[in-house]
């Protein structure tokens, strides 16, 4: 693609990357430089908007960015580990484009013949961007391509832990597209600090927002009369049943548990394990590097892995070696990657069965596989319901049955989970940072969020022959029902 000039000139033009918390502070400034962008934007072809899209994944999957952002987010957050951040940032922002580089979003995207439509893709304007201290660097740049692949501009508040991140990756997102003649200012952060008040400002002046992480934050985008798009908390449980293939599923559970410390809402939170299996599967995730807590440990973990009631945040997303020592644990966990600790109850009185954001696994024992489909519906009711669960099984006819059954957006079979919830190479689920969780955790969408929820849609409806059945045809099985005769009146 030609560089192209889409620059907007005078005092609206190029901000300071290096410091945006200085620029003019006010959300209302911020929202017209967006909308003076968006609108030079809003009608460049698809080569151009996908140039947009691949300029903005540069900025992140660049190793020394990838690393620098990572190291950047560890340092300021205290959350998860460099090598698997740098894993993340990489993996899901390359998923990402993948996909987006393989979907139309200019123009007529979608034509039925038979129907007599034709869908034109518009974009929706200014994205507001609430993101978390989890992933204070992938997701923003994961909500910014999808934006900017509907040719919308995006205003990011950041959770202000992750600020520092968030304001760096911004300016490195700006650069790229300043590097092939696009606006800077479709993609901006809120100054800072950023506050409740001023992400509101955000809330209620964009065209659509979209919130990840705080469920507060989730709850004030639905209030705030714009379109929202708000996604769930996690707290995932996996079966394994005596069918599954127990080693690979422990290494499963463990790779997808480990990663970036349990940052992850799609991390497992717990492990139903069938009676038949329950010894040989625990022993399967000792040999995976797991370490098994005795009674007198669990009460040790719970002990200070909550305190009044409440994740002690000095313990989150921690590495397993501070865990060990936190907990007093014995020598022999010490070089172990995650702890096993078993629970018989659900709710509230039971933390455990609840999201830990920790490299903490709960583990039940169930019956049969009808027992721990019942545990894995109770564990959803109380915390994540929506949200996903997992199998590890060589039956089909059993997931096909927690998907019929099971009040979840997604049903998982033999995955790390954490590796195929938020698309993977090997699952067909859409590249995300968001997931949403349906009607049952008050979000508006049930699946992963993508480029499509940032789009207006336009409708070309043309005559087609006409599709009108007879009154017979529907209506005749109540008839039938009722009694009633055909053409009575």
Same mark, same amino acid.
């Given at each position: 693609m030609a560089v192209v000039n889409l620059k907007v000139p005078g005092p609206l033009g190029r901000q300071e990357p290096a410091s945006p918390s200085n620029e003019p502070g006010s959300v209302d400034s911020v929202m017209l430089r967006a909308r003076t962008a968006q609108k030079a934007f809003a009608n460049v072809d698809q080569e151009t908007a996908d140039a947009a899209v691949r300029a903005l994944a540069w900025s992140l999957y660049r190793p020394d960015h990838a690393r620098e952002l990572a190291e950047l987010a560890v340092q300021d957050t205290g959350l998860g580990n460099v090598a698997d951040k740098i894993r993340k940032k990489q993996r899901k922002t390359f998923g990402t484009l993948r996909d987006l580089l393989r979907a139309p979003s200019v123009g007529a995207i979608e034509r039925d013949e038979a129907k007599g439509l034709v869908k034109y893709a518009k974009p929706m304007g200014v994205i507001g961007a609430v993101t978390p201290s989890t992933n204070p660097g992938a997701t923003p740049v994961n909500k910014a391509m999808m934006a900017v692949k509907g040719r919308n501009a995006i205003v990011i508040a950041p959770s202000p832990l992750g600020y520092r991140t968030t304001a760096r990756i911004v300016e490195l997102m700006r650069a790229e597209l300043s590097q092939i003649g696009l606006p800077e200012d479709l993609v901006q952060i809120l100054p800072s600090p950023?506050?409740?008040?001023?992400?509101? /400002? =955000?809330?209620?002046?964009?065209? =659509?927002?979209v919130v990840t992480g705080s469920q507060d934050n989730v709850r004030r985008a639905y209030s705030s009369g714009t379109p929202a798009v708000g996604v769930g908390a996690g707290n995932v449980p996996v079966i394994v049943d005596e069918t599954a293939d127990l080693d690979a599923a422990a290494e499963r559970i463990r790779d997808s548990k480990i990663f970036d410390n349990s940052t992850s809402c799609s991390s497992e939170n717990a492990v139903v394990i069938v009676d038949a299996v329950y010894d040989a599967a625990l022993a399967a995730l000792e040999r995976a590097g797991a370490y098994l807590c005795t009674p007198q440990e669990r009460e040790q973990v719970i002990g200070r892995l909550w305190v009044k009631g409440k994740l002690n945040r000095d313990l989150i997303a921690r590495d397993a070696a501070v865990l060990a020592e936190a907990f007093e644990l014995p020598p022999q966990a010490r070089g172990k990657s995650f702890f096993l600790v078993e629970e018989t109850g659900v709710g509230k009185e039971y933390? =455990?069965?609840?999201?830990k954001l920790a490299l903490v696994l709960t583990v039940y024992r169930a019956s049969d596989f009808a027992a721990a489909k019942e545990r894995v519906r109770e564990i959803l009711e109380h915390q994540g319901k929506g949200h996903s669960c997992g =199998?590890?099984?060589?039956?089909?006819? !059993?997931? !096909?049955?927690? /998907?019929e059954d099971l009040e979840v957006v997604r049903v998982l079979v033999n995955f790390a989970h954490t590796f195929g919830n938020g698309g993977g190479f090997n699952s067909g689920l859409g590249f995300t940072l968001s997931m949403g969780c349906g009607s049952w955790q008050k979000n508006s969408i049930s699946e992963n969020l993508s480029y499509r929820h940032m789009l207006n849609i336009t409708h070309l409806v043309t005559p087609i022959p006409e599709d009108k059945p007879s009154e017979a045809e529907l209506f005749g099985p109540h008839w039938k029902r009722i009694g009633h005769k055909e053409g009575a009146r």
């Open positions: 950023v506050t409740k008040e001023s992400t509101e /400002a =955000l809330m209620k002046a964009c065209d =659509l927002v933390p =455990l069965s609840g999201e =199998l590890h099984t060589t039956d089909m006819d !059993r997931a !096909r049955e927690l /998907a």
